[in-house]
């Protein structure tokens, strides 16, 4: 695609639920990461996918998180049970070469997740 | 862990002024990159400096580093009210292994706001 697509938009979930959210990449780009963003805050990091490998999940706040990206292309985030300090924006970015390094990562426009 | 420091938090400046957003790392910077983003909608990568003194320009937008201060600066000339929005500057990150690695840091953002 034309550039990176993210799936819903919006989601609203009960506390207790699970989620998933959706990220396309741009087509052919071997780095993929997840950002978390609080209202009022910066991106924070979350994971990171090279290719189908997640090769740093450091920033996931919990077991609740979960990341995959089985072929290498789309990725899904999951979040378990879901609490009220989930409400976030939830970014995802791909760029085209391994480790994104010193490489312009290209943003989806988010999902924002509202916990009730 | 890496942070960074936006200043001014926020700014309020008249269409057609100048002004600066400072950006300083805590830590030695490994490649420094300038978002911008309006509300509810993802990042659009503005430009990535590499090097110290690098400068880059698009259009009326200029962006420097400098290396030794652990700081970037971005100018924009003659501002428009197409300009508003949130500006991150975000740094990337050496891995385990010492190299170049795309996991950004990013600042708190600077809110921008330009009055016709």
């Known amino acids: 695609g034309a550039g990176v697509s993210q799936s819903p938009r919006y989601k609203v979930a009960k506390r207790g639920q699970d989620v998933a959210l959706r990220c396309d990449p741009i087509s052919g780009h071997v780095s993929l990461f997840w950002y978390q963003q609080a209202l009022g805050q910066g991106p924070e990091f979350l994971t990171y996918f090279q290719n189908e490998a997640q090769l740093d999940k450091s920033g996931l706040p919990s077991d609740r998180f979960f990341a995959e990206r089985p072929e290498g292309s789309v990725s899904t985030l999951k979040i378990q049970r879901t609490q009220q300090e989930d409400s976030a924006v939830y970014l995802c970015a791909s760029s085209l070469f391994p480790r994104g390094a010193r490489d312009t990562q290209y943003f989806g426009p988010g999902t924002r997740l509202t916990v009730l | 862990s890496q942070e960074l420091e936006q200043s001014p938090q926020s700014l309020i400046v008249q269409e057609g002024k100048n002004l600066t957003i400072n950006c300083t790392s805590s830590?030695?910077?490994?490649?420094l990159y300038w978002y911008k983003q309006k509300y509810g909608e993802g990042l659009i990568f503005l430009m990535m400096?590499?090097?110290?003194?690098e400068e880059k320009s698009h259009e009326k937008i200029t962006a420097k580093l400098d290396e030794k201060k652990q700081q970037s600066s971005l100018h924009i000339t003659a501002s428009q009210p197409s300009h508003a929005g949130i500006y991150l500057c975000?740094?990337?990150?050496?891995?385990?292994?010492?190299?170049?690695?795309?996991?950004?840091?990013f600042g708190q953002g600077t809110i921008l706001t330009v009055h016709p």
């Open positions: 975000g740094a990337g990150a050496l891995n385990a292994g010492g190299t170049s690695y795309g996991k950004l840091t």
């Open positions: 830590k030695t910077l490994y490649g």
């Open positions: 400096l590499q090097k110290g003194g």
